[in-house]
């Protein structure tokens, strides 16, 4: 018997009959946690004008943050025991719980409390997904769920801040929460059929030994995450503090909540882990000073600032999608090609961070940042589902979740000492891009240990 086309295999297997409700409810469900994010940096503004003083404005931050690292951990140990199924459906809900609470907030506390639903919901429902397409789609096709589970984001960064300005600026900063809640409804909707068509769990598997002390951590965890981005936020003297004792906490912490070997990028899943840590806090590290550069340095308008973000939006998503229709090819090589990609976009960076650089040239640089990230994050996501048990799949996704936001939170808290330690973008920028250049470059020289 001759094979189906590998493009007619696929999209049998993402959009087939039993698949398409599955798939668009994947999708919509990440795109929701995306336009939350997006929508509510925007909003923020006014939200803690209306409730509370500008000394309160990280703590909706922070506050989220700290709940996702636990919901990750718990999230992942969850579906490692008892399987996907309750969690789609429960984290989504408690994520629109969350929505509703911030949405109805008259009070900074009701806010937190509501941002605090979000984040668990978030973190335990990233993991979740990850669990599903493990289980429901075939290895071949998952180069391309997570093509499309990359382009979920694209609709978000394109339409969540001036969307979220809008409903600000003409009816309430209230709606950017209230607003998503009935798509909340459909995403659930949409899973639901295909979470009853999975397997129950069978009561008989083994779970991965080792694995004693996991809420312990996960609450050290959460706590020092929360403390960094709190730190991140302030330049005195109480802040230095205040990450040192973060330190103190994570790193007993994530001996725990990370496999053995991460600290030395032994070979498989260790340096999947990784590197989705140096992928993510290179990019997002760099996409956070980014407008910072070319408003505070450059001149030019937040609006213009914020093009090269959209366009690196843009390449990731391309990136991803093409890699998506090519699953024969080895992504050990892709995740390298990834890192080299970054790499040169952040290097490029150093031709704009400067007084003296050119500030067009981000246009270009961060669209190859973002083809770099569509190749990368997608190989990640590729390889860590490959090598991991079945009752470890839920351990490892929330292991690399936990990297991607640790990294990103210590490496946004660098930038910030920096800027408090040398007083100017223009001065501080180039060495924290420098710094993140080298990780992309350790990220690439790695990449070959990720794939057994």
Not at 42 to 58: C, E, F, I, Q
Not at 208 to 222: D, I, M
Not at 330 to 337: D, E, F
Request: charged share 10%; glycine share 12%; net charge positive.
């Amino acid at each position: 018997m001759t094979a189906a086309p590998a493009p007619t295999a696929v999209r049998a297997e993402l959009f087939g009959p039993g698949r398409l409700g599955t798939t668009i409810g994947l999708l919509l469900l990440i795109s929701l946690v995306g336009f939350e994010s997006m929508g509510v940096g925007t909003a923020m503004p006014a939200v803690v004008a209306d409730l509370g003083a500008v000394s309160l404005y990280a703590w909706p931050f922070v506050a989220f943050m700290a709940a996702a690292v636990f919901g990750t951990v718990l999230g992942g140990r969850w579906c490692d025991r008892a399987g996907p199924r309750a969690a789609l459906v429960l984290a989504p809900l408690l994520f629109g719980v969350g929505l509703v609470v911030a949405g109805t907030a008259v009070s900074m506390p009701q806010l937190l409390v509501g941002r605090a639903l979000q984040g668990l919901g978030s973190g335990a429902q990233a993991v979740a997904v990850y669990v599903l397409v493990a289980v429901v789609y075939a290895e071949r096709a998952r180069p391309a769920v997570f093509g499309l589970i990359s382009s979920a984001w694209v609709l978000p960064s394109l339409l969540g801040p001036p969307v979220a300005g809008v409903l600000t600026e003409t009816l309430s900063w209230h709606w950017v929460f209230l607003g998503l809640v009935p798509f909340v409804l459909v995403a659930v909707a949409l899973v639901v059929p295909a979470v009853r068509r999975l397997a129950p769990p069978d009561a008989h598997r083994e779970i991965a030994p080792g694995r004693r002390g996991l809420v312990p951590a996960a609450l050290g965890a959460s706590a020092g995450v929360a403390s960094l981005s709190w730190a991140s936020q302030r330049n005195d003297a109480v802040a230095v503090v205040v990450a040192a004792v973060a330190v103190v906490i994570l790193v007993p912490a994530l001996v725990r909540l990370f496999p053995r070997g991460v600290f030395r990028a032994a070979r498989g899943i260790p340096t999947v882990v990784v590197a989705r840590g140096l992928l993510a806090g290179v990019f997002f590290t760099v996409a956070s000073y980014l407008p910072l550069m070319l408003h505070g340095t450059h001149g030019w308008s937040l609006a213009l600032a914020g093009f090269p973000l959209i366009a690196g939006s843009l390449g990731w998503s391309a990136a991803s999608a093409w890699q998506g229709r090519h699953p024969d090819l080895p992504r050990g090589v892709l995740l390298r090609i990834g890192f080299g990609a970054l790499a040169v976009g952040t290097v490029g960076m150093l031709l704009v961070a400067p007084a003296w650089g050119l500030p067009w040239l981000a246009l270009p640089f961060w669209v190859l940042a973002g083809i770099g990230m569509g190749l990368g994050f997608s190989s990640v996501g590729f390889l860590l589902l490959k090598q991991s048990a079945g009752s470890e799949v839920g351990f490892n996704s929330s292991a690399a979740q936990i990297a991607d936001q640790l990294t990103t939170a210590l490496m946004i808290g660098a930038g910030g000492a920096l800027l408090a330690l040398l007083g100017s973008p223009a001065a501080a920028l180039p060495l924290l891009i420098a710094v993140l250049a080298a990780m992309a470059v350790l990220g690439a020289a790695l990449a070959g240990r990720a794939a057994c």
